[in-house]
């Protein structure tokens, strides 16, 4: 399936889909940043852009894609849990098997060989829960490129586990201390240090966010996964599924699944955000819920702000949906009514974790489960002759102690 990996063949979605010179999907997106930072976005963006039209680098993506990453993934037919709806047929597209356990290893393989082309041997990288830190940790392993990962210093504490692998694979891991200490205060340390250091130094920016060329980059180096779904599904179907569903952070394994069915107007999409203890200000992530048009980190689009502009506190019990900010292309796409979208909060991802695990023996990452919430409602809702796919976008295993904690506090006797 050498054409499923490859980000450079022309998709029927193209010109539909494509930001302008500035980067702009509508009013969303574009570039804002310092003067130093926008040579290198330029920079960047040509290196990409003659990158992704070299046979050679599509090849060496593909290549790396499958003995590093471990694609194709699966899609699973999610026999009990069907049973357990009695509703449509739900599948699910296996992210969680790849290596290091998310989809995010497919964005990371890309920048890293994009990166190697344009004679960088610095990279940099933020994270949050640290899936991304590790993800890029392990590609500048393999690649020998020296890598560095700012993480807010509570995110450390919180996930020491993933803190170690990355040391383990090589990468220094630099805490933030400055405000929430936490993801957005680590994109902007990672962001000072580009400024300074550009020259030598690569930014692997971890979703589809952040100035042009990034979001359109990051959903490039992710379409595979829809490309696999959708021939995965002819294969097992003969038809194309009647919804699809992925959970939003900045929402790159959403953008990835979507994109290859845009124009397949029957394939109902929605995204889903994190709800957190409820829509209260301070409680939740869901910029579609309260969240209004700002610019954040280089990035025009929907921010948790107040009337001052002042960022939101944001909760999720899931890190990596825990951001103020979402991907200029998903607001678009709500604009043109294309995606829809949804949220789900804290409990009922703490029910359906356990419930997932139990049922089909997949302990599913607490961010892809917000979006198996939703499934599981809108699977009831369906006939069972409609087909429900799922983007299962990482593993549970980063989750498990998390979930032990919130279920010892809640339910002492029981365990
Ligand atoms: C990081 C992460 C997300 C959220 O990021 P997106 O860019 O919205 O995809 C979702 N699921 C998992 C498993 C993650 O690690």
Redesign the pocket.
């Known amino acids: 399936m050498a054409t499923s990996v490859d980000p450079s063949v022309p998709s029927s979605t193209d010109r539909f889909a494509q930001p302008d010179a500035a980067g702009h999907f509508g009013p969303y997106g574009g570039v804002y940043v310092p003067e130093t930072l926008m040579t290198a976005l330029q920079e960047l963006g040509a290196a990409y852009e003659t990158a992704r039209q070299d046979p050679a680098f599509v090849e060496e993506l593909r290549h790396h894609l499958k003995e590093f990453a471990g694609r194709p993934t699966e899609l699973y037919f999610a026999e009990r849990l069907t049973a357990h709806c009695g509703g449509a047929k739900i599948y699910l597209k296996r992210?969680?098997l790849l290596h290091t356990?998310?989809?995010?290893i497919n964005n990371a393989i890309g920048q890293a060989i994009l990166a190697k082309r344009m004679g960088k041997k610095r990279i940099i990288a933020e994270t949050?829960?640290g899936?991304?830190g590790v993800a890029t940790a392990a590609v500048c392993a393999k690649f020998g490129l020296s890598c560095r990962v700012y993480m807010g210093a509570v995110d450390m504490e919180r996930q020491a586990l993933n803190v170690f692998r990355m040391r383990l694979m090589g990468a220094e891991v630099i805490g933030v201390e400055a405000g929430q200490k936490t993801l957005k205060e680590a994109i902007n340390e990672a962001m000072r240090d580009w400024v300074t250091n550009v020259r030598e130094t690569h930014y692997i920016l971890?979703?589809?966010?952040g100035s042009h060329p990034y979001p359109m980059m990051?959903r490039d180096f992710h379409r595979v996964i829809g490309l696999e779904t959708k021939d995965q599904i002819m294969a097992a179907e003969g038809r194309l599924p009647d919804e699809m569903i992925?959970?939003?952070?900045?929402?790159?394994?959403?953008i990835g699944f979507f994109f290859e069915f845009l124009d397949d107007k029957a394939v109902r999409l929605v995204g889903v955000e994190a709800g957190g203890r409820g829509i209260t200000r301070g409680e939740h992530a869901a910029r579609f819920e309260g969240g209004k048009l700002g610019v954040l980190q280089g990035c025009k689009t929907y921010i948790l702000q107040d009337s001052d502009g002042q960022i939101e506190l944001t909760h999720s019990v899931?890190a990596?949906?825990d951001y103020a900010a979402i991907?200029p292309e998903h607001a678009y796409y709500r604009d043109q009514k294309r995606i829809d979208f949804a949220y789900a909060c804290d409990d009922e991802v703490m029910e359906v974790f356990q419930l997932v695990s139990k049922l089909e023996g997949i302990i599913p990452?607490l961010?892809?489960t917000h979006a198996l919430v939703h499934g599981l409602k809108r699977a009831k809702e369906m006939g069972p002759d409609e087909i429900l796919i799922i983007n299962l976008?990482?593993?549970g295993d980063k989750d498990v102690s998390q979930v032990q904690q919130m279920l010892d506090l809640k339910e002492p006797s029981s365990r």
């Not at 971890?206 to 966010?209: F, I, N, Q, R």
């Not at 992925?246 to 959403?254: E, R």
């Open positions: 992210e969680d356990g998310a989809h995010k949050g829960a899936q991304h971890g979703s589809a966010l990051v992925a959970c939003v952070g900045g929402g790159s394994n959403a899931s990596g949906l991907g990452a961010e892809s976008s990482g593993r």
